[in-house]
């Protein structure tokens, strides 16, 4: 009797254990498809001994809807473990945090530091964070599959080999694990150590200091995913540790250490594993660098004998690879042991950095200054960052250094697009850089991810006043082929102080169009003896449509003895860009001049005197000129106030800009409306409301237009036009189907439209709905059980059961219209439960929600409406 008692016990738990849920351990990723659409892969660990098998499961998005995802993959793992790999997508009904939450009943028996564990749940979550101006994301996938055996009195180490394809970053910290609803286990403790248990926050490594008893431990860790300063998502990996006594030592993974390399360089070192035990040893190397498909790593096997195992690490990183996080490579030693394999894990960084442009010049051209550099040798970047600073520094970046610290004191003043820029203009935004001053140069390589290099060499610059000084260069005459510009500069002096410039001395004039032109055509040779000659008038050109700048060189023309007397001096024409506005003229101001003008009086010609009066100053280098009449043009010219800032030179230096007219329309676009959206699920419509605040805005709408698509489809189209500015809401009754996305625009008396707002969404309304109380009374009032319900349920499965357990009645109909009889009789007045299976068409597809509760049978006669609401 006793050995069958025995037998029996050792049966009972025998089949526990088989029928017994089979996750060991889990975590669920994504990927964003569109702003609001992501593709979910579910990954579980599971024990391949256990009867239990889940082709499906089922995933809760954490905005009130679940849907079913379908398993895709099964991999076969070391110590009887599986890898099942769930991917579905959804679409979210807008800008939000969701808890993504996957359980599955229930965990394996005997597991130490979860209470009663056969009992609960198994889940996981993930946090994500909808959020379309934060970019597109994707969650770092976790390489290092957890089926890892710990031996008791050996440290244990596990690191999820966690790679963010994005290049956010990472942190780690332990959680408690999970029951349903992605709640802690009530009773969870941490596995003890006889010293510590803990993850290293920045390495990922889980670290089990020491074991101190054998069994199965399960244990979480979140994975939090950072973009600028902020946590934009977190992962959290389930994972069970078993725990054994055995004689055998692990391996042990020789010194590694972090690297900083250039793109092009190359990576080469051995990496070795010792075993005491003289254990056959596999080396293993994991990374998401392994997943690229260009400059692809190599881990090769170089040699192998008991108790030793040597491999070598090998790598070119490309331009493709730079980013401002490093690469984590993990380091696997696993030894080949009859008792027990165990395994020793290591790792490393590699950070890939761009290597530094060459700056070759910095020469002034008036008061800009141009920054050469040769050519970067790819093409796999975006453009270049120019930085600039007052006075040189001894800054020399080390290995691992990219960019500029702010420590430098360098200020990015610019960026130039294209890999092959090989030059810059150094403007200040247009304003002209300042005399006396040392300006220092570096640039760096901006990568598509917004990557920069390391720093470029430094150089020095600074502006030239020229000589001979310029004092004036004036448009005389606008036309575009008898156009005409006034030059004259100062008489240059004190040459005796210069060797050998007795003279005879020669001005050679260059001309080249634009402010900013480079490609200057001698245009004059004004040869002189005393240098009286100060003065040259340009005819013949094109003053209407175009700035020009001129270059100015003195030579002393000694027979024999020519040469160029000081640095060229710079200067261009003052030039106005003016464009037609809604009842305005905009005014740019262009020049690029050695002096600095202090003011821009703006003239305006009087159409009854037809002389220009003054309508403005700007000390800028824009300006508006207001309140004109639409369809009438206006003609204007500039006049440019300056002065040299050195003692000795010129001061109140007055030049003029061409002439040029506008004819004001109205072709802007009135202000975007505020938009904010929401749904009246026992109405069926939606509720979309706007305003626009700024009341200079709003004097110019004349209307507005509202787009709406359904969830999923392409563009929005036009729903409807509000043809009253003083309308600031519209109804949409969407039928059945309310799920939708809507923007809205605001359009002015012209035709201009303004931008479309921000696209919002709402999603179906749950509309499913089942009595509590009917009276299959034969009074034809209320005799039958019928659910309130929408076209947007397919089906459902509805059961229903009495006190006993014995199920009376099911249907699949969404009506449910049941006559209250079981086997033709009517049931028994009373409280019976149900239980329903709902599938709804939604934002993101059919989703599947679950209803319980109870349903109250009268069946006397008599029984009125009013019972109904008792």
Known sequence: MIKKLLILIFLFFWFLNLSATHNRAGEITYVQLSDLTYQIKLTTFTYTLSYADRPQLTVEWGDNTSSVADRDSIIALPNYYRKNVYITTHTFPGPGIYKIVVQDPNRNYGVKNIP?????????????????AMGRDATPVLLNPPYDKAAKGHIFIHNPAAYDPDGDSLSYMLTPCEREDGKPIEGYTYPKASNKFYVDSISGDLVWDTPIDTGKYNVAMEIQEWRNGKKIGVVERDMQIEVYNTKNNPPVIGPLKDLCVQAGDTVNFLITGTDKDKDNILLKATSGIFSFTDCIPQFIKVSAIPGSSVSRFRWIPCHKVVRNQPYDVIIKAEDDNADLKLFDIKHFKIKVLGPPPSIT??????????????????TFIAGFSIYRREGATSFKPDSCTSSL??????????????????????????????????YAYRIVAVYPNGTESKASNEIISMLVSGFPVIRNVSVRNTDPVNGSIYLAWQKPNRLDTIPNAYGPYEYMIYRAEGVTGTNYTFIKSIPSVNLNDTVFVDTLINTQTKAFIYKIELYNNTAGNRFLIGDPSYASSLFMEVLPGDRKSKFTFLRNVPWINSKYDIFRKNETTLKYDSVGTSNLLTYMDIGLENGKQYCYFIRSTGAY???????????????ACSTPVDNEPPCIPDFNLSSQCDSLYNMLRWKVSDPGCFSDVAGYKIYYKLPGAGDLSILATIVDKNVFSYKHFTGDVIAGCYSISAYDLAGNESAKSAMMCVDSCNFYEIPNVFTPNGDNINDRLVAKTSGLVEKIDFKLFNRNGLMLFRASDPKIDWDGTYKGNVVSPGVYFYECDVWERRISGVVLFHLSGFVHVITEKGATNKELNK
């Open 405 to 438: 610290p702010v420590s430098t004191g360098f200020v990015k003043i610019g960026y130039i697009s294209g890999s092959s820029s090989v030059t810059y203009i150094d403007t200040d935004n247009g304003q002209g850089l300042q005399y006396g001053k040392e």
């Open 645 to 659: 800032q050195s003692p000795g030179l010129p001061r109140n230096l007055i030049n003029f800009s061409e002439s």
């Open 361 to 378: 010049s910095a020469a002034p051209e008036g008061k800009f200054i141009r920054i050469n550099w040769k050519n970067y040798g790819t």
């Open 116 to 132: 009663n564990s056969v009992n609960v749940v198994f889940a996981l979550h993930t946090t994500l964070i909808v959020n379309p």
